[in-house]
């Protein structure tokens, strides 16, 4: 793995005032959030709280009829106007829920589609070697399609597409759904050491459990709204807190 992501604690994602409405319905209601280069920010919040409303608008990939509005700013500049493709190749990727791979190509070839960037300046960039590193199994399946994988190894392998695209940032939503409860945590963890070298990571997760044991700070969504966030620390520790928001997922990552 290579990075050139240097200077941790600036900036490298931001948004003000993010809203996405769907017909008349609203989603997400002005966000404000800020991603740090090297940090990894957990997204809490129940089903239908916004939160892939949220990791779509700032990519730009919002599904269906909804409308965007607010800034997004991606390692100092504005890319509120820019196009889905042309923020991906800005370095801002995101791996949806529900995964994309190539269900027809095998695990080598859906890797071998990935462009590297050229100008590595602020990426984070894993190689091939890399990838399969971080992910044995994807070595060992790498002849099968990709519609023959598991959910978790198809999440293995949209995420090691997505790191090889060389973030800036890497918005993932909902990585640990398909897996099973041990792997969880597993592939938490692996994601962490990644950021640690320097990748920062937007995390969308229901698991609160799981994210609270990787994450370096939480924001929790409720209808749509922000409506608490700081450390992990603070959010382990306070009991309250924990209750409150995250008792329902209580026993789920153990
Ligand atoms: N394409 C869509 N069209 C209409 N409403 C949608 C669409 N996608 C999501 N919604 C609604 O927006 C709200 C937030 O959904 P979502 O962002 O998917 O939440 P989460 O990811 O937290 O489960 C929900 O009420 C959901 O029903
Ligand atoms: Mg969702």
Redesign the pocket.
């Known amino acids: 793995m290579s990075s050139t992501a240097n200077s941790t604690g600036t900036e490298v994602l931001s948004c003000a005032g993010l809203g996405?409405h769907?017909?008349g319905?609203v989603?997400?209601q002005s966000m404000d959030l800020t991603l740090r280069r090297g940090r990894m920010v957990g997204v809490l919040?129940?089903?239908?709280?916004?939160?892939?409303?949220?990791v779509?608008a700032l990519a730009n990939w919002?599904?269906?009829?909804?409308t965007v509005s607010g800034r997004v700013r991606l390692d100092g500049r504005d890319i509120s106007a820019l196009a889905p493709h042309l923020r991906a190749k800005a370095g801002l990727l995101l791996v949806p829920?529900g995964r994309n791979v190539f269900g027809t190509l095998t695990v080598e070839d859906n890797l071998g589609l990935v462009v590297p960037p050229k100008d590595r300046d602020g990426r984070f960039v894993l190689s091939l070697a890399a990838a399969y590193e971080l992910f044995p199994r994807l070595g060992e399946r790498r002849r099968h399609k990709g519609m023959q994988l598991s959910g978790g190894e198809r999440q293995m392998l949209a995420i090691a597409c997505a790191l090889m695209a060389g973030p800036k940032a890497l918005l993932l939503?909902?990585p640990s759904i398909g897996l099973a409860p041990m792997l969880v945590v597993d592939m938490l963890e692996r994601i962490r050491t990644l950021v640690d070298a320097g990748l920062s990571v937007l995390l969308?997760e229901?698991n609160a459990q799981a994210a609270l044991k990787v994450v370096d700070e939480v924001i929790v969504?409720e209808r749509?709204v922000k409506t608490l966030e700081g450390s992990a620390a603070e959010f382990r520790d306070d009991q309250r807190i924990a209750q409150a928001y995250l008792g329902a997922s209580e026993g789920a990552a153990k």
């Open positions: 996405v769907y017909a319905s989603a997400l919040g129940a089903n239908g709280a916004g939160k892939s409303s949220l779509n919002s599904r269906g009829d909804a829920e939503d909902e969308v229901q969504l749509g």
